[in-house]
């Protein structure tokens, strides 16, 4: 099952992160972020493609020592972005895919809330990181909270680079 | 090899690598003064060719790198310069021996070699040498240029001679078999009469040979080499220099392709002479011919020299699309070699230059994830810097701005690991600095103040918090508050209550050393850094300047009022002015602000933090007139609701004064929060005008102030309330002392009065104004006439009634005078007045005298205290607590009609009612003063007086009323009422009847017969007294028409024939005249006359 999954708004910030690992929930938040570099390669690559005939998959955007980073486009540009542990050689494209498939659903439901204000961060309402179902969101009730349930903390750096000591409690 | 040089750029391909060293003692500053000048020279064409030449200059060059030299001759460094200062001739063996030392670093693969010496002066300068050159100094060296042009020329000797030597080998000479340095072993043994063996020869020779072409400006040439070579070494599997042979077809195609070079900058220099544009370069380069392979010349047992034979088939020149397929062939043959990671990563950056140029991002950066993989050795922590910080550009030249930003942050923290010893905070934060926009991160916090943030919160507050602690290890803390205030101000939403506390916290740390400021602050790099106002602590909602309040508040003279009127629209009221919402907060304000006055403006705030917070100093931002702030300091509660603060400040000068802002210092960093940047402030207008001072007065009262205040109807904004609680018919006095507490002197004052009508019906008596300085306030309060309550209690005893009235105290002096301003001081006086005595039945009798009668009034205490009463002239009557008694006073008649009646002004217009009751209540004020009826509650020590007035019935009032006719009747001259006038018998008495008439119309004439009788006391009056009295003359009296004021008399005469006591009855004669008039009129004095005898 995937470790991550984002959502993106079209101008690029998160309108939802979660991960699975939530001690080093900040690692995600950085390869989600890189992985938009890609997602937006491939959607301008894409442009030329007539509308109806776009694939909303992406694809694998990339891989890296431990992860595998795969994207999802809906056609007013909200990219989905899911991280999926490149050890589980069992997870298929087509499982991706219809992993994806259930986050646009799901996605699309946040949208026909009234009390959503489109742009406005979505908070889960399952306490779904720690779910073996993760990513299955089952319910989302969007809030206008500004600030994210559980907030990343300051882990180390991604990809085991040297990290800075901790701010604020080192002083 | 283990060195990656990752500014490797397939163009470098064609260059011959020059190393440029000092030796010896060198200063820097002199060696790259001559390094610069030398490696200007890195383009030449060669003579008698159209041949470039291109040399890649290096001041240092690992010399296990240059081992690789036979498998890409571009890292074989060819050319030695070296350059040493020597200033005397005894040193100059030992500095040459040196040049040969470092020769021998190289040896095995140099060209040629160049010692420059600087300094020397003498004879030994003298010996003509073509591998050394002198120069006095560094200054005086102007053929350097002209050296390393000779200098390049002879190398392309070697060169030239090298490839035609290689190129030319005859085809049954035994080639040697080229060889990296780590093949070396592998070799050992291997049967070199085999072709395989001669194969790889071959084929490793034909790519050194078209290495060799492409060094010497022979693309084409170098092309048809690569393609062979290609093909040898595919057949004998010969991967690694399978990989080098399609690299360097890469790097021809490459130059062929895009002569502007992919190495940025360095690239496009070299064409800065040709004013040619890429297209045309490519069709006129040297030696451009359209140079086809044609695989039948390619024969396995040799290399073909003519390389001509070859024109006309197909293109040797790979299309861009294959120059990738290529490279990822190469770096694929290359991966295979755990030895060749140096080759693979460089081909790699090569691949991703040419893909930037290409446009093809995604290919790119599949080059770029691979290139990030290969894992060369333990890289030392400088190297590493390096490697993520090529990384990140090339990220960045691929237009993948935040994976570029993602390793450029990697190798600023790779500045400060745990592991350097002396960590480069400054390197650090500079790198940092630089990965903003990859973060879409800006520190100007007017980027953050449109609307809720929008952006990777988390991430860009772990770069801030890097930022903070790298300025902070930088040693500049101005920059580490200014960082750590904008994480605070543009992350609020996003820090937890825990975060909140932490962030304040060292922020407080942070600024009691160095306090923030306003000021921009400028960055190592040359960019400012703008400063953070903290205009969400506290969170600022309403902006309303308040009004003066209403006893300051200056008002404009009513004759100037005229002029106030707005000119710019004919209508009265336009909706569409209204609602022009662009003006709203530059929108003049329709009140006046006053020199020299406290004014103030409200905010309302709220206190987002879990904590309290104080935010001190915090005063008002203004401009238009010299204003002095008075800040303030203040303490919000932790997660405030809406809070109103007011800061205020005094006007100095007049004009039009616009609010701008506020300043706060919060955390101890001062901010200077401009209204036009906040969000979400609602403000009502923040201009106001300021006019000229005028005088203030401070009012102060004998009576205590109170905070009650008038009826919400008054209509007046009343400043100081007194109020009082009064016994009905209580009187109070009320001292009013009026002190000018202003700079400006005080010119006029004017004093008027208002009562307030209430409800009720009570009405006020006496109001008057004395004096402006000294009021005297008599509030009299009638109620009707409580119906006689049948229990003994009259009704509602603690019914109160209020009163309430105003005085203006309107004045006005100094420059706000003579600009027509004045301020109005208003005193609400409100009395609450409780019952005291009440008249609850009021009755006549007639006295003996007709102008006399006796008024009866029952008078109730309402107190609950014992009280007297007393009326002029009578006794005092002591009532006991809700206690009735008849108090019987003899009062003289009132003649009413002398009082003015209906004056003419208001005569015309009131109706008759109204003048009724105007007429009633003046005769009741006639009837108090006359009677003076008084109470007095000994225990309180409090008197008052009491009322008639409303009391009054219509009888009763014509009871009390002297008739307008008045009649005397005279005997002898004397005045008889009610005494008996004296006679004697025998006598003839005078008798005279005199009609003085004071109404306002003629009256008579009249007949009036006087008839004489006796009193038996028993109720029998005896009329037949003819025997006994005797008419001197008639009986009967005329009286002519009387005018208004007029006055009549008739005389007779009486004779009493017996003693005795005697009345006349005086009757009228029943005519048309008398009947108008009502029976009242006609009221005569009985006549007493007591007849005495004569003798006595």
Same mark, same amino acid.
């Given at each position: 099952?995937?470790? #991550?999954?984002?959502?993106?708004?079209?101008?690029?910030?998160?309108?939802?992160?979660?991960?699975?690992?939530?001690?080093?929930?900040?690692?995600?938040?950085?390869?989600?972020?890189?992985?938009?570099?890609?997602?937006?390669?491939?959607?301008?690559?894409?442009?030329?493609?007539?509308?109806?005939?776009?694939?909303?998959?992406?694809?694998?955007?990339?891989?890296?020592?431990?992860?595998?980073?795969?994207?999802?486009?809906?056609?007013?540009?909200?990219?989905?972005?899911?991280?999926?542990?490149?050890?589980?050689?069992?997870?298929?494209?087509?499982?991706?895919?219809?992993?994806?498939?259930?986050?646009?659903?799901?996605?699309?439901?946040?949208? #026909?809330?009234?009390?959503?204000?489109?742009?406005?961060?979505?908070?889960?309402?399952?306490?779904?990181?720690?779910?073996?179902?993760?990513?299955?969101?089952?319910?989302?009730?969007?809030? #206008?909270?500004?600030?994210?349930?559980?907030?990343?903390?300051?882990?180390? #750096?991604?990809?085991?680079?040297?990290?800075?000591?901790?701010?604020?409690?080192?002083? | 090899?283990?060195?990656?040089?990752?500014?490797?750029?397939?163009?470098?391909?064609?260059?011959?690598?020059?190393?440029?060293?000092?030796?010896?003692?060198?200063?820097? @500053?002199?060696?790259?003064?001559?390094?610069?000048?030398?490696?200007?020279?890195?383009?030449?064409?060669?003579?008698?060719?159209?041949?470039?030449?291109?040399?890649?200059?290096?001041?240092?060059?690992?010399?296990?790198?240059?081992?690789?030299?036979?498998?890409?001759?571009?890292?074989?460094?060819?050319?030695?310069?070296?350059?040493?200062?020597?200033?005397?001739?005894?040193?100059?063996?030992?500095?040459?021996?040196?040049?040969?030392?470092?020769?021998?670093?190289? &040896?095995?693969?140099?060209?040629?070699?160049?010692?420059?010496?600087?300094?020397?002066?003498?004879?030994?300068?003298?010996?003509?040498?073509?591998?050394?050159?002198?120069?006095?100094?560094?200054?005086?060296?102007?053929?350097?240029?002209?050296?390393?042009?000779?200098?390049?020329?002879?190398? !392309?000797?070697?060169?030239?001679?090298?490839?035609?030597?290689?190129?030319?080998?005859?085809?049954?000479?035994?080639?040697?078999?080229?060889? =990296?340095?780590?093949?070396?072993?592998?070799?050992?043994?291997?049967?070199?009469?085999?072709?395989?063996?001669?194969?790889?020869?071959?084929?490793?020779?034909?790519?050194?040979?078209?290495?060799?072409?492409?060094?010497?400006?022979?693309?084409?040439?170098?092309?048809?080499?690569?393609?062979?070579?290609?093909?040898?070494?595919?057949?004998?599997?010969?991967?690694?220099?399978?990989?080098?042979?399609?690299?360097?077809?890469?790097?021809?195609?490459?130059?062929?392709?895009?002569?502007?070079?992919?190495?940025?900058?360095?690239?496009?220099?070299?064409?800065?002479?040709?004013?040619?544009?890429? @297209?045309?370069?490519?069709?006129?380069?040297?030696?451009?011919?359209?140079?086809?392979?044609?695989?039948?010349?390619?024969?396995?047992?040799?290399?073909?020299?003519?390389?001509?034979?070859?024109?006309?088939?197909?293109?040797?020149?790979?299309?861009?699309?294959?120059?990738?397929?290529?490279?990822?062939?190469?770096?694929?043959?290359?991966?295979?070699?755990?030895?060749?990671?140096?080759?693979?990563?460089?081909?790699?950056?090569?691949?991703?230059?040419?893909?930037?140029?290409?446009?093809?991002?995604?290919?790119?950066?599949?080059?770029?994830?691979?290139?990030?993989?290969?894992?060369?050795?333990?890289?030392?922590?400088?190297?590493?810097?390096?490697?993520?910080?090529?990384?990140?550009?090339?990220?960045?030249?691929?237009?993948?701005?935040?994976?570029?930003?993602?390793?450029?942050?990697?190798?600023?923290?790779?500045?400060?690991?745990?592991?350097?010893?002396?960590?480069?905070?400054?390197?650090?934060?500079?790198?940092?600095?630089?990965?903003?926009?990859?973060?879409?991160?800006?520190?100007?916090?007017?980027?953050?103040?449109?609307?809720?943030?929008?952006?990777?919160?988390?991430?860009?507050?772990?770069?801030?918090?890097?930022?903070?602690?790298? /300025?902070?290890?930088?040693?500049?803390?101005?920059? /580490?508050?200014?960082?750590?205030?904008?994480?605070?101000?543009?992350?609020?939403?996003?820090?937890?209550?825990?975060?909140?506390?932490?962030?304040?916290?060292?922020?407080?740390?942070?600024?009691?050393?160095?306090?923030?400021?306003?000021?921009?602050?400028?960055?190592?790099?040359?960019?400012? +850094?703008?400063? =953070?106002?903290?205009?969400?602590?506290?969170?600022?909602?309403?902006?309303?300047?308040?009004?003066?309040?209403?006893?300051?508040?200056?008002?404009?003279?009513?004759?100037?009022?005229?002029?106030?009127?707005?000119?710019?629209?004919?209508?009265?009221?336009?909706?569409?002015?209204?609602?022009?919402?662009?003006?709203?907060?530059?929108?003049?304000?329709?009140?006046?602000?006053?020199?020299?006055?406290?004014?103030?403006?409200?905010?309302?705030?709220?206190?987002?933090?879990?904590?309290?917070?104080?935010?001190?100093?915090?005063?008002?931002?203004?401009?238009?007139?010299?204003?002095?702030?008075? *800040?303030?300091?203040?303490?919000?509660?932790?997660?405030?609701?809406?809070?109103?603060?007011?800061?205020?400040?005094?006007?100095?000068?007049?004009?039009?004064?616009?609010?701008?802002?506020?300043?706060?210092?919060?955390?101890?960093?001062?901010?200077?929060?401009?209204?036009?940047?906040?969000?979400?402030?609602?403000?009502?207008?923040?201009?106001?005008?300021?006019?000229?001072?005028?005088?203030?007065?401070?009012? %102060?009262?004998?009576?205590?102030?109170?905070?009650?205040?008038?009826?919400?109807?008054?209509?007046?904004?009343?400043?100081?309330?007194?109020? =009082?609680?009064?016994?009905?018919?209580?009187?109070?006095?009320?001292?009013?002392?009026?002190?000018?507490?202003?700079?400006?002197?005080?010119?006029?004052?004017?004093?008027?009065?208002?009562? +307030?009508?209430?409800?009720?019906?009570?009405?006020?008596?006496?109001?008057?104004?004395?004096?402006?300085?000294?009021?005297?306030?008599?509030?009299?309060?009638?109620?009707?006439?409580?119906?006689?309550?049948?229990?003994?209690?009259?009704?509602?005893?603690?019914?109160?009634?209020?009163?309430?009235?105003?005085?203006?105290?309107?004045?006005?002096?100094?420059?706000?005078?003579?600009?027509?301003?004045?301020?109005?001081?208003?005193?609400?006086?409100?009395? @609450?007045?409780?019952?005291?005595?009440? !008249?609850?039945?009021?009755?006549?009798? *007639?006295?003996?005298?007709?102008?006399?009668?006796?008024?009866?009034?029952?008078?109730?205490?309402?107190?609950?205290?014992?009280?007297?009463?007393?009326?002029? &002239?009578?006794?005092?009557?002591?009532?006991?607590?809700?206690?009735?008694?008849?108090?019987?006073?003899?009062?003289?008649? !009132? /003649?009413?009609?002398?009082?003015?009646?209906?004056?003419?002004?208001?005569?015309?217009?009131?109706?008759?009612?109204?003048?009724?009751?105007?007429?009633?209540?003046?005769?009741?004020?006639?009837?108090?003063?006359?009677?003076?009826?008084?109470?007095?509650?000994?225990?309180?020590?409090?008197?008052?007086?009491?009322?008639?007035?409303?009391?009054? %019935?219509?009888?009763?009032?014509?009871?009390?009323?002297?008739?307008?006719?008045?009649?005397?009747?005279?005997?002898?001259?004397?005045?008889?009422?009610?005494?008996?006038?004296?006679?004697?018998?025998?006598?003839?008495?005078?008798?005279?009847?005199?009609?003085?008439?004071?109404?306002?119309? %003629?009256?008579?004439?009249?007949?009036?017969?006087?008839?004489?009788?006796?009193?038996?006391?028993?109720?029998?009056?005896?009329?037949?007294?003819?025997?006994?009295?005797?008419?001197?003359?008639?009986?009967?009296?005329?009286?002519?028409? =009387?005018?208004?004021?007029?006055?009549?008399?008739?005389?007779?005469?009486?004779?009493?024939?017996?003693?005795?006591?005697?009345?006349?009855?005086?009757?009228?004669?029943?005519?048309?005249?008398?009947?108008?008039?009502?029976?009242?009129? !006609?009221?005569?004095?009985?006549?007493?006359?007591?007849?005495?005898?004569?003798?006595?």
């Amino acid at each position: 099952m995937a470790v #991550c999954v984002a959502v993106i708004a079209k101008e690029n910030y998160p309108l939802y992160i979660r991960s699975a690992p939530t001690e080093n929930e900040l690692k995600f938040h950085y390869m989600v972020h890189t992985s938009l570099d890609v997602v937006d390669e491939k959607i301008s690559a894409m442009g030329k493609a007539l509308v109806d005939q776009r694939e909303l998959y992406l694809g694998l955007l990339y891989p890296t020592e431990d992860y595998k980073v795969y994207g999802y486009v809906t056609n007013s540009k909200v990219k989905f972005v899911m991280v999926v542990d490149s050890s589980n050689t069992a997870l298929r494209d087509n499982e991706i895919r219809s992993m994806f498939r259930k986050l646009h659903n799901s996605y699309t439901d946040v949208m #026909c809330n009234p009390f959503y204000n489109p742009g406005d961060r979505i908070q889960s309402s399952g306490s779904d990181a720690a779910e073996p179902g993760f990513p299955v969101i089952t319910t989302w009730i969007p809030t #206008c909270e500004k600030r994210m349930g559980g907030r990343p903390g300051h882990g180390p #750096c991604p990809l085991g680079f040297p990290r800075m000591p901790r701010p604020l409690t080192a002083w | 090899m283990s060195v990656p040089d990752y500014m490797q750029c397939a163009e470098d391909h064609q260059t011959l690598l020059v190393v440029v060293q000092p030796v010896g003692i060198v200063s820097e @500053e002199n060696f790259f003064r001559i390094y610069k000048r030398i490696s200007s020279v890195s383009q030449i064409s060669v003579r008698d060719s159209q041949r470039v030449l291109y040399i890649r200059y290096r001041h240092h060059y690992p010399p296990e790198n240059n081992e690789w030299g036979d498998f890409q001759t571009h890292r074989k460094v060819v050319g030695l310069i070296t350059i040493t200062d020597c200033f005397s001739a005894k040193d100059w063996p030992q500095t040459f021996e040196k040049f040969h030392v470092q020769k021998e670093i190289y &040896g095995s693969t140099l060209y040629d070699s160049r010692l420059f010496v600087f300094g020397l002066q003498g004879e030994i300068t003298e010996q003509p040498r073509t591998d050394v050159a002198f120069y006095p100094n560094y200054e005086d060296c102007e053929a350097v240029e002209k050296r390393i042009e000779d200098f390049i020329e002879s190398l !392309f000797i070697v060169l030239e001679s090298k490839r035609l030597d290689r190129a030319t080998d005859k085809s049954g000479d035994k080639i040697p078999l080229l060889c =990296v340095p780590f093949e070396k072993k592998d070799f050992v043994g291997l049967d070199t009469d085999s072709r395989h063996y001669k194969k790889r020869c071959q084929g490793r020779m034909r790519k050194h040979v078209g290495d060799l072409c492409l060094q010497a400006g022979m693309l084409q040439d170098s092309l048809v080499h690569y393609h062979m070579s290609v093909e040898l070494l595919r057949s004998v599997n010969d991967f690694l220099w399978l990989g080098a042979a399609l690299e360097g077809l890469c790097s021809a195609s490459v130059i062929c392709h895009y002569p502007g070079g992919t190495g940025g900058k360095t690239g496009a220099r070299r064409f800065q002479g040709s004013s040619l544009p890429a @297209e045309a370069a490519n069709r006129h380069r040297p030696g451009a011919q359209e140079v086809l392979i044609d695989p039948g010349a390619l024969t396995t047992n040799g290399i073909n020299p003519d390389t001509s034979a070859e024109i006309g088939r197909a293109k040797n020149c790979l299309s861009p699309e294959d120059i990738i397929d290529k490279y990822k062939e190469a770096i694929s043959y290359y991966s295979k070699y755990k030895n060749a990671g140096v080759i693979e990563l460089e081909a790699c950056v090569k691949a991703v230059r040419v893909l930037a140029i290409q446009k093809r991002s995604m290919d790119a950066s599949e080059f770029l994830q691979n290139a990030v993989y290969i894992n060369l050795r333990q890289l030392s922590e400088e190297e590493k810097i390096q490697r993520y910080s090529i990384l990140s550009e090339l990220y960045e030249l691929i237009g993948f701005h935040r994976k570029s930003a993602f390793f450029k942050r990697v190798a600023a923290m790779q500045c400060v690991a745990p592991s350097i010893s002396e960590p480069g905070w400054r390197a650090c934060y500079k790198l940092l600095l630089e990965t903003l926009p990859g973060y879409s991160l800006s520190l100007d916090p007017k980027d953050f103040s449109r609307g809720t943030h929008r952006g990777w919160a988390a991430v860009q507050m772990r770069l801030l918090h890097e930022l903070v602690y790298a /300025s902070r290890r930088m040693g500049n803390p101005a920059l /580490s508050v200014r960082h750590l205030s904008f994480l605070l101000q543009t992350m609020l939403d996003f820090l937890s209550d825990q975060e909140k506390k932490d962030v304040t916290q060292s922020l407080e740390n942070y600024t009691c050393k160095c306090p923030g400021t306003m000021e921009l602050l400028t960055l190592p790099g040359g960019p400012t +850094l703008p400063p =953070v106002p903290f205009t969400k602590l506290p969170i600022v909602r309403r902006v309303k300047l308040l009004n003066l309040p209403a006893s300051l508040r200056p008002q404009k003279m009513k004759s100037l009022l005229g002029q106030n009127v707005s000119t710019k629209s004919p209508f009265i009221y336009s909706p569409i002015i209204a609602h022009n919402r662009g003006e709203e907060r530059n929108k003049k304000i329709d009140f006046q602000w006053v020199q020299g006055d406290v004014c103030e403006v409200q905010l309302m705030v709220y206190n987002p933090m879990p904590f309290e917070l104080r935010v001190e100093n915090m005063g008002l931002l203004t401009s238009g007139v010299d204003f002095e702030s008075l *800040p303030a300091a203040l303490s919000l509660p932790a997660e405030s609701g809406l809070y109103p603060v007011t800061l205020v400040g005094v006007p100095q000068t007049t004009g039009m004064i616009t609010v701008n802002g506020y300043h706060t210092t919060v955390f101890g960093v001062f901010s200077d929060c401009l209204l036009d940047n906040l969000p979400g402030v609602k403000t009502s207008g923040s201009t106001v005008e300021v006019i000229p001072a005028l005088p203030r007065l401070q009012i %102060s009262t004998s009576l205590p102030r109170s905070a009650h205040s008038l009826q919400p109807s008054s209509g007046d904004e009343i400043s100081t309330n007194v109020s =009082v609680q009064l016994y009905n018919g209580e009187a109070q006095q009320l001292v009013i002392q009026l002190e000018n507490i202003g700079t400006e002197p005080l010119e006029t004052l004017e004093v008027t009065s208002r009562l +307030l009508t209430t409800k009720d019906g009570i009405s006020v008596s006496g109001f008057p104004l004395c004096s402006p300085f000294r009021q005297v306030v008599r509030p009299r309060v009638e109620s009707k006439p409580v119906n006689a309550p049948e229990g003994g209690k009259p009704g509602d005893p603690s019914h109160m009634k209020t009163l309430e009235a105003i005085l203006n105290f309107k004045y006005s002096g100094g420059p706000g005078h003579a600009e027509g301003y004045y301020r109005n001081l208003s005193l609400g006086l409100h009395v @609450e007045a409780e019952p005291s005595v009440f !008249f609850t039945r009021v009755t006549t009798l *007639p006295a003996t005298s007709t102008r006399q009668c006796h008024l009866l009034l029952d008078i109730f205490n309402s107190t609950e205290h014992e009280l007297t009463v007393s009326a002029r &002239g009578n006794e005092e009557l002591i009532l006991h607590a809700g206690e009735c008694q008849r108090m019987a006073i003899q009062v003289d008649k !009132f /003649s009413f009609e002398s009082f003015p009646e209906s004056p003419g002004e208001k005569g015309q217009l009131a109706n008759p009612k109204q003048l009724e009751e105007e007429r009633q209540e003046a005769r009741g004020l006639e009837i108090d003063s006359k009677l003076d009826v008084h109470w007095r509650i000994p225990s309180l020590k409090r008197t008052g007086e009491a009322s008639v007035e409303g009391l009054l %019935s219509q009888l009763v009032l014509e009871h009390l009323q002297l008739a307008p006719l008045q009649w005397d009747v005279l005997v002898d001259g004397q005045p008889c009422d009610c005494e008996a006038a004296a006679c004697r018998v025998g006598d003839p008495v005078r008798l005279e009847v005199r009609l003085t008439n004071q109404s306002p119309r %003629s009256v008579g004439p009249f007949a009036l017969t006087v008839a004489p009788f006796q009193d038996h006391q028993n109720g029998v009056h005896n009329y037949d007294l003819h025997d006994a009295v005797s008419f001197v003359g008639s009986s009967t009296f005329y009286l002519d028409a =009387v005018q208004p004021s007029g006055q009549s008399a008739c005389l007779g005469a009486l004779l009493f024939l017996y003693t005795g006591d005697f009345f006349l009855h005086i009757h009228f004669h029943q005519d048309s005249a008398s009947k108008e008039l009502p029976p009242s009129w !006609f009221c005569l004095p009985s006549v007493h006359v007591r007849a005495l005898d004569a003798q006595a």
